[in-house]
T-cell receptor, first 113, second 115 residues
Framework: QKEVEQNSGPLSVPEGAIASLNCTYSDRGSQSFFWYRQYSGKSPELIMSIYSNGDKEDGRFTAQLNKASQYVSLLIRDSQPSDSATYLCAARTPSGGSYIPTFGRGTSLIVHP | DTAVSQTPKYLVTQMGNDKSIKCEQNLGHDTMYWYKQDSKKFLKIMFSYNNKELIINETVPNRFSPKSPDKAHLNLHINSLELGDSAVYFC??????????????FGSGTRLTVV
């Protein structure tokens, strides 16, 4: 069964610190990876997508992909209380000629002032 | 202008009833999805349509029937509702089916409560 695993947390960091969120996936055929942020009672919102090994930076966010280790991470620099949310990792995994979007269970991040 | 809109936002109904949730996207995406998010926030795919064709049908009771009249619309009909169907249902869309098909844009969700 194709799985995306995340630590449920909560991960608690002080304001201004770097928050590090991690994700592993089981299907080596997975090619595309995404990080979503979901505030309580709201819908998931795409933050980053990454397709190739290495780092991808967008503002305070950096996504990292290591296909050999089947590992994806998200770093949030200068964390703000407004970053407090659940972060969902997702992978697009191949299945019967199509691709199934598979989500992890999410990591709850708390940024305290 | 809302990219992915679904209605209703809240739905409270009795066991055994039949209900529908509607979804529309104005992004020009080819692929649309239905997800179920349970009380523990696990987001699980139920169905996916690509240009009106069903391409993903995960293990979902056949009481759930999706319908896509065109590529901009994907509706979900649920027969004989059960208590365990209570959850938030999200509609989503994405640009393409392939490896680099882009991320998924979600609707605001429908909170279904079966009493």
């Amino acid at each position: 069964q194709k799985e995306v695993e995340q630590n449920s947390g909560p991960l608690s960091v002080p304001e201004g610190a770097i928050a590090s969120l991690n994700c592993t996936y089981s299907d080596r055929g997975s090619q595309s990876f995404f990080w979503y942020r979901q505030y309580s009672g709201k819908s998931p919102e795409l933050i980053m997508s990454i397709y190739s090994n290495g780092d991808k930076e967008d503002g305070r966010f950096t996504a990292q992909l290591n296909k050999a280790s089947q590992y994806v991470s998200l770093l949030i620099r200068d964390s703000q209380p407004s970053d407090s949310a659940t972060y969902l990792c997702a992978a697009r995994t191949p299945s019967g000629g199509s691709y199934i979007p598979t989500f992890g269970r999410g990591t709850s991040l708390i940024v305290h002032p | 202008d809302t990219a992915v809109s679904q209605t209703p936002k809240y739905l409270v109904t009795q066991m055994g009833n039949d209900k529908s949730i509607k979804c529309e996207q104005n992004l020009g995406h080819d692929t649309m999805y239905w997800y179920k998010q349970d009380s523990k926030k696990f987001l699980k795919i139920m169905f996916s349509y690509n240009n009106k064709e069903l391409i993903i049908n995960e293990t979902v009771p056949n009481r759930f029937s999706p319908k896509s009249p065109d590529k901009a619309h994907l509706n979900l009909h649920i027969n004989s509702l059960e208590l365990g169907d209570s959850a938030v249902y999200f509609c989503a869309s994405s640009q393409a089916l392939g490896v680099r098909g882009g991320g998924y844009t979600f609707g605001s969700g429908t909170r279904l409560t079966v009493v």
